[in-house]
């Protein structure tokens, strides 16, 4: 008969399971609470230490951990001295292990719970005869989840637990333990801690901390000011990522993830006049960025309206002492280093998207000017910082900016005409010293003929559409001058 070795705090559909394990000719050995469970259902099962001759000690922290439960496991069927070995020590095979831990996460979720409380929650001899059971899933079906009962019987009473199968279970397994060590890393480390709310106030949040890097958002030193909320975070990483991007004296405003106004200049407190000037309303109870040191003169102009947070390499000490003046703004000192290699991560239903960050920058030496008409000296470096912040920008985006500031920002739109037209109402000036960038290409030469009736004369895009040839004919019968970088930048 074949053996199934079972311990499981959830004990959801249990009784059916090992009933239909039984049925299937399966001998059921288990250990403490799932054991009498078992018996309770009226259902035959032994207890593990008849397969390990060893009692259960120390209050039952140790009773899996044995050599006749891991050679048991981990025997590779397919050697013979690993099955010799076997009998020499009169060890079984065990051919089937169903183990969910202890509940670790849900108990220290709970109020007033103590750390040795905590502790008592770890499982220790679960994760290891899991692992051990994946690692051999060749030969030993592991199963964590009482959801995948009903296939697995299903499985067994036709004789198709496949190898397929198997690596299917084996890596809900490793998954599943992953996930149960970092929820003991989070709460020893305390890298986790519950936020106030999420985006909304009906909606809980916490924040896991999975680095510690000087140069990430979460590991900033807050100099001054309250707690930040689940928005201020993911404001400040917005602000954070585009800020950094800059070698020269810069400052960024952002609201609801998106920019709406960013600002270069000589000095510091000169960026961050060009950033407010860029939108003075939009501006109004965001987090701005600067890549440089807050200076005195540049704290005192950052005063002069209302500023969620501010995040910077550093802040002077008579800057430091202006800011301090109002209560509640954070201020956050951060390396702003950039990373080598960076990876995103976003979470949908039954996992998450992982890709490499948007690193790709502008190569004015390598753009290539379609249109009859050449971009000036001035509108190539607009260009340079237009096409920077279209990269940060909710997509599609277009953003119009001058060799200093940004003039108008579009994000978000469904169609680029729409952002373009948003752009151009929220823009502070237009002439013929102000570009556009677009994230993406022109499917059709309409947002050509808006832009020209607004007087824009020079465009930066991706180009790439099957429809380039009209926009570069609308763009040379208008005097515009047209630039494409090859690259696009969505931000979804």
Known sequence: MKKALISVSDKRGLESFVQGLVDNDYTLYSTGGTKKAIESFGIPVKSVTELTNYPEILDGRVKTLHPHIHAGLLADRDKQEHLDTLKEQDIELIDLVVVNLYPFKETVKQAGISELDAIENIDIGGPTMLRAAAKNFRSVVAIVHPEDYKEVLTRIKDDDLSLAFRRELMVKVFAHTNDYDQAIVNYFSQNEEQLRYGENPHQSARLIRTSFAPNQILNAKILHGKALSYNNYRDAEAAYSLAKKFTGPAAVAVKHMNPCGVGVGEYIS????????????????????LNEPVTKRAAEKINEIFIEVVIAPGFDDDALEVLKE????????????????????????????????????????????????????????????????????????????????????????????????????????????????????????????VAHAHGIKAIIQPGGSKRDQDVIDKCNEYGISMVFTGMRHFKH
């Open 326 to 449: 109002k209560k509640n703004i954070r201020l956050l000192e951060l390396d702003f280093t950039e990373d080598e290699v960076a990876e995103e991560f976003v979470s949908v239903s039954g996992g998450y998207l992982v890709q490499s960050s948007d690193t790709g920058s502008l190569d004015v030496s390598t753009i290539e000017v379609v249109t009859e008409r050449k971009p000036s000296r001035e509108q190539l470096k607009a260009m340079a910082l237009a096409w920077e912040v279209a990269k940060h920008v909710k997509s599609n985006a277009i953003v119009l900016a001058n060799d200093k500031q940004t003039v108008g920002i579009g994000a978000g739109q469904m169609n680029r005409v729409g952002a373009l037209k948003i752009a151009i109402e929220r823009a502070i000036e237009m002439n013929d010293s102000i570009v556009m960038a677009s994230d993406g290409f022109f499917p059709m030469p309409d947002s050509i003929e």
């Open 270 to 289: 000169e960026a961050f006049q060009n950033c407010l000037d860029a939108d003075p309303q939009s501006i109004f109870g965001g987090i701005v960025a």
